[in-house]
Structures are given as structure tokens and as C-alpha cells.
């Protein structure tokens, strides 16, 4: 089994929300949790110090790790990961699109195993550098977040990846972590 941590391609959009407010901020920041109430925000090409490609993919990032889907990404991807997650329609300056909520939290690190460091005076992990997963635990989904890291980037399994791939979707960098 293979997982990969998603990341923006680095060659396509990343967005902000237009306002800048912790509030609009706050909005495009997922935990994991599933909402009940959610607002619009419109988003913006994120503000770069160097010049970065005005090309739009389909899968792109806002506030750094939360996924934004084209409305293409999204009719591909929805029936694989509508189990996963919830989406969100909000305005951009590029059209619509789907903010993504992964709401699959899975306690599946193998601790044992795996690579981590932790804070010092808290105890809590900082970063695992080497993950090992129980694969029991993540057998039959295609994309999550663990508990440590609920609010950065998820993971997807190697048949997410396939699919992305195989229909030509770009703006995802996928990173081997497992596998």
C-alpha cells in the first residue's frame, strides 16, 4: 500500500481569501470536524514576492492546505472521496469552485514504528519525519487527515493518485511518505 501527502504543484494558483480577516482566514481553515454552518469567502490569487504562474489547475490549496476543486475536479473526484469530506462552493476570481473538509480524522500512524519528534514542553508530536500506518486502519479509504496534523495538508492513497492522474487533473504534488 502507498500513501502520499498532497501539496500545490507549485506551478499553478494558490488562493487567499480577497479579505484578508482572521475571520475570512478562519473560514478556510479546516480541523476536520464537520460543519454545520459555513459562510462564502472569496478567494484571490495568493500575493507572491516572485513572479508565480497565472495558470489555474484543477485541484489547487487556500490558506496553505485546505483543497479548492474546479468544478471538473469536482465532478471527477466527488463520487471517490464524498465520503471523506465535505465541499463547500465559494466564489473565486477564476468562477466558482468547492472548498474540501476532510472530515475522515483516522488515528492510523503506527507510532511504534514511525519517525516523530515531539515538543518539549508540551508533548505533542511537532513533525513526524518517518510514518508508518496501520494499514488495517486505511485499507478502504482514498483520502484522510490524522489527528496530529488535522489542520495541514491530508493524505490520499495511491488509487486517489491514479485517478487525479489518469484524468489529467493538475495543481497536486504528490509526496511518497508510505509504501
Known amino acids: ?49 516572485k513572479p508565480m504562474s497565472d495558470e489555474l489547475g484543477e485541484v489547487s490549496f487556500v490558506v496553505g492546505s485546505t483543497p ?21 462552493e465559494t466564489t473565486t476570481d477564476y468562477g466558482n469552485m468547492y472548498l474540501v473538509n476532510v472530515i475522515n480524522v483516522n488515528d492510523c500512524v503506527n ?3 514511525s519517525d516523530y519528534v515531539r515538543f518539549k514542553s508540551s508533548g505533542r508530536i511537532m513533525r513526524i519525519d518517518k510514518f508508518v500506518f496501520h494499514e488495517n486502519k ?19 492513497t495511491e488509487g486517489l493518485k ?6 489529467g487533473l493538475v495543481g497536486f504534488r504528490f509526496e511518497l511518505i508510505y509504501g
Open 1 to 49: 500500500m502507498k500513501i502520499y501527502r498532497i501539496w500545490p504543484s507549485g506551478k499553478h494558483i494558490v488562493f487567499n481569501p480577497q479579505n484578508n480577516s482572521d475571520e475570512n482566514f478562519e473560514a478556510c481553515t479546516f480541523d476536520g470536524s464537520v460543519l454545520k454552518d459555513w459562510r462564502p469567502v472569496h478567494l484571490s490569487k495568493r500575493k507572491y514576492d
Open 111 to 113: 507510532y511504534d514504528e
Open 138 to 156: 486505511i485499507k478502504d479509504i482514498e483520502l484522510f487527515k490524522i489527528p496530529d496534523e488535522n489542520k495541514t495538508y491530508p493524505f490520499v
Open 68 to 88: 479548492l476543486l474546479t468544478p471538473k475536479a469536482f465532478e471527477i473526484l466527488y463520487p471517490y472521496i464524498k465520503d471523506y469530506a465535505q465541499f463547500f
Open 162 to 167: 491514479n485517478i487525479i492522474e489518469e484524468n
